[in-house]
């Protein structure tokens, strides 16, 4: 764990130490080498707590309660390959707040070794904003409106499951991703876009989502993905 905190270097620790965008240093199993004040607030720690030393496992944080495995195998994955990893974080706190930020995990390799890895997250509120901005564009162009208010509802013509893969659908995202982010199979989530295409008289998925704005379901946000869930997903 020293090793891993030296090869980093005094004066990178103190840049990650003054960020205001959350840092962390591990070794290669999962233990804490240093942790800045950021990243202790986003997981409702307090500044003096103590993370250096400590396992994912022994974290008294909700993300790590429900994700410590798979933050392992995410770090395991990094190492092996060699390569950054970008990971989608999306937990509810201890305080109940979402927070939602990507982090890239990069390995640390000393004389051909693998000693650990740096972790550095970004708020996706931006990348939010990108998708909100693309589904007002489409909006716009289909019904003249500029504004668009969300609510978490559900509708009668489609399942909650169908609600759930058009609102995917609205940001560009494409079945295959959908279907991991729902942890679904492929041939699942295509079956419920042919059936949405049936229910809406429609023939192809474009066909499908200039529909379905113009019935307004593009404000409609599936209640169970806004639920009490926490997701930790590797997209790059």
């Known amino acids: 764990m020293r090793e891993t905190l030296a090869y980093v270097g005094e004066a990178f620790r103190l840049f990650m130490e003054r960020a205001s965008e959350p840092w962390e240093v591990v070794d290669c199993y999962g233990n804490y080498c240093f942790a800045n004040a950021a990243l202790k607030r986003l997981n409702c720690l307090s500044d003096s707590f103590q993370l250096e030393g400590k396992h994912y496992s022994e974290i008294p944080s909700r993300p790590f309660e429900e994700c410590a495995l798979e933050f392992y195998r995410q770090d395991v994955m990094c190492m092996n390959t060699r390569v950054p990893v970008k990971v989608l974080d999306v937990h509810v706190d201890n305080d109940g707040e979402w927070f939602c930020y990507i982090f890239e995990r990069t390995p640390l390799i000393n004389n ?72 679904l199979s492929l041939s699942t989530v295509n079956c419920h876009i042919d059936r949405m295409r049936k229910k809406l008289g429609c023939q192809t998925t474009p066909q499908l989502i200039e529909k379905a704005i113009w019935l307004d379901f593009h404000k409609i946000l599936p209640e169970k993905l806004m639920g009490d869930c926490h997701i930790s997903l590797v997209i790059d």
Do not use: C
């Open 112 to 183: 051909n070794q693998v000693i650990g890895l740096t972790d550095h997250g970004k708020s996706v509120i931006e990348f939010w904003k990108e998708s909100m901005r693309y589904l007002l564009a489409m909006q716009r162009y289909y019904t003249g409106e500029n504004q668009v208010s969300m609510q978490i509802t559900t509708t009668n013509n489609l399942t909650q499951r169908e609600s759930e893969i058009l609102f995917f659908l609205f940001g560009q995202v494409e079945p295959k991703r959908i279907a991991r982010y729902l942890n």
